[in-house]
């Protein structure tokens, strides 16, 4: 079974501290991915990285840093948290698209609380 | 671009009644669909996926969708309710072109009462 590990169920933090929220695949996955995800707006992408050292801006990456120096690992940085970022956050991660078709695997989410 | 709208934030069903949970998309190119389900405290688990090989797709736990290009539409249904299908679904389409990522709906919360 695919395993996506995130490293906090719960955080909290507080106003203009340095947020890292880490995640890890177990299925050499190229495709990574994080979103956030709040009540009545579903999951928004926030960034994803197709390979290692590499990203890409999703929907919403204002706030939000990432770094993939390792291909099983991919990291969200919240540089200065601010009380609008108090989300839950969810990983993903996915191979490579077969055909236009990728099932992507959703770590158990972090939720944090931003004070 | 591609979008993908859930009607009904919050659908309620009787155990053993019909489960139906309506998806529309729009997208510019051919979509690829997906359900996917939330339980509490838990992360996304897929249900279902429509590949383009046939329109009516099976998925986990007795879930089915159908797929009509002619309405864009992706409707989720089950046929009996289970106490244990509470939970929330996801309405998800991906394009082939790009990076093939996941544009999601809001979601709807399905409430099942005994």
């Known amino acids: 079974d695919v395993k996506v590990t995130q490293s906090s169920r719960y955080l909290v933090k507080r106003t203009g501290e340095k947020v890292f929220l880490e995640c890890v695949q177990d299925m050499d996955h190229e495709n990574m991915f994080w979103y956030r995800q709040d009540p009545g707006l579903g999951l928004r992408l926030i960034y994803f990285s197709y390979d290692v050292k590499m990203k890409e801006k999703g929907d919403i990456p204002e706030g939000y840093s990432v770094s993939r120096e390792k291909k099983e690992r991919f990291s969200l940085i919240l540089e200065s948290a601010s009380t609008n970022q108090t989300s839950m956050y969810l990983c993903?991660?996915?191979?490579?698209?077969?055909?236009?078709?990728?099932?992507?695997?959703f770590g158990p989410g972090t939720r944090l609380l931003v004070l | 671009a591609q979008s993908v709208t859930q009607l009904g934030s919050h659908v309620s069903v009787s155990e053993g009644a019909l489960v139906l949970l309506r998806c529309n998309y729009s997208s510019s190119v051919p979509p690829y669909l997906f359900w996917y389900v939330q339980y509490p405290n838990q992360g996304l688990q897929l249900l279902l996926k429509?590949?383009?090989?046939?329109?009516l797709v099976k998925g986990i736990n007795g879930f089915e969708a159908e797929f009509k290009k002619s309405e864009t539409s992706f409707h989720l249904t089950k046929p009996s309710a289970h106490m244990s299908d509470a939970a929330e679904y996801f309405c998800a389409v991906s394009s082939v072109t790009g990076y093939s990522t996941l544009t999601f709906g809001k979601g709807t919360m399905l409430l099942v009462s005994p």
């Open positions: 993903a991660s996915s191979p490579p698209p077969t055909g236009g078709i990728e099932t992507q695997y």
């Open positions: 429509y590949t383009s090989a046939a329109t």
